[in-house]
């Protein structure tokens, strides 16, 4: 008998299978994030130039802007006002959500503790619930004439020196489980012998997770520790909800409400691009800020 020889064809089409696979994923990608991002950073770079009075055809064009959009967005005090609103509400989301989710992850994996299922359920469960809905479930349980917790405490859930406290509840509520869903996932992937071992030496429950389930969590927490600054970055769904019911809350709250208001208000779509681009590249700084300093520190690297 011969031997079977490869031929080339064949390991052509091998070869080309993994892209076969990615093809899908990668023309999504290209049609709704490529493409999308592309346009935006061409209309950043356009403006609508009036001639005479801007009535009749073709007095207003659109032209070329340069960098002047990103000038005027950059000395924008709104803008600026926005994002120390979201840093101080993104300071106080991130520690008690994070807090919680650590807490809840740790007690959950805890070798005492009952109806684990039951428990996981119960606080995932508000994940579930769509932003728009939760928002408006807890704006009227904020309002003044309908709250009860208005009734025990005598706060102004919506005013001015608590709204942020208020959106910032909402945030907590809904993003605790799905941390917790991914620490918890974390612990139950490492072995149970360490577990084992640190019992044998005589370590306690709180001795094992500060110095075994924690440092081994560490990976994960830097995950949903970025996954919570961009979302945190992008709040937009609480102040827009909540609005109506208040008048604490500005159209531009939040960077990405000053977008809105740009675009589809002001209709000034050139400046609203422009601050999409700026609001993105801020979200990538930080981000990669974070990782870099946690690199530096956690794992002594740079």
Do not use: C
């Amino acid at each position: 008998m011969t031997p079977m020889t490869k031929r080339p064809g064949g390991a052509r089409t091998a070869s080309a299978v993994p892209y076969l696979f990615l093809a899908p994923a990668m023309a999504l990608f290209t049609l709704f994030m490529a493409v999308p991002i592309g346009y935006t950073a061409y209309l950043s770079l356009r403006r609508t130039k009036v001639s005479g009075l801007g009535l009749g055809k073709g007095s207003r064009r659109e032209v070329f802007a340069g960098l002047d959009n990103y000038t005027a967005t950059l000395a924008d005090g709104e803008l600026w006002a926005g994002w120390l609103r979201v840093l101080g509400y993104g300071l106080l989301v991130l520690v008690v959500m994070l807090g919680l989710a650590l807490l809840f992850a740790l007690l959950l994996d805890s070798a005492h503790v009952r109806l684990a299922r039951f428990s996981r359920i119960a606080v995932f469960l508000p994940y579930a619930v769509p932003g728009v809905a939760a928002t408006l479930l807890w704006g009227f349980l904020y309002l003044p004439s309908l709250s009860p917790i208005r009734q025990v405490l005598d706060v102004d859930l919506l005013g001015s020196g608590t709204v942020v406290l208020s959106m910032a509840n909402i945030a907590v509520w809904g993003g605790v489980g799905f941390n917790m869903l991914v620490l918890y996932t974390a612990l139950r992937a490492v072995p149970r012998s360490y577990y084992e071992a640190a019992r044998i030496d005589g370590a306690s429950e709180i001795q094992t997770a500060l110095r075994i389930k924690i440092p081994i969590l560490l990976p994960a927490i830097i995950l949903t520790t970025v996954f919570s600054i961009i979302a945190t970055i992008q709040v937009f769904t609480e102040p827009t909800t909540l609005r109506p019911l208040t008048n604490t809350i500005s159209s531009t709250w939040s960077p990405l409400m000053k977008v809105y208001r740009d675009a589809f208000v002001t209709g000034d779509l050139y400046s609203a691009a422009a601050t999409s681009i700026v609001i993105a590249a801020i979200s990538l700084v930080l981000s990669f800020g974070f990782l870099r300093v946690v690199r530096d520190r956690a794992f002594g690297e740079g």
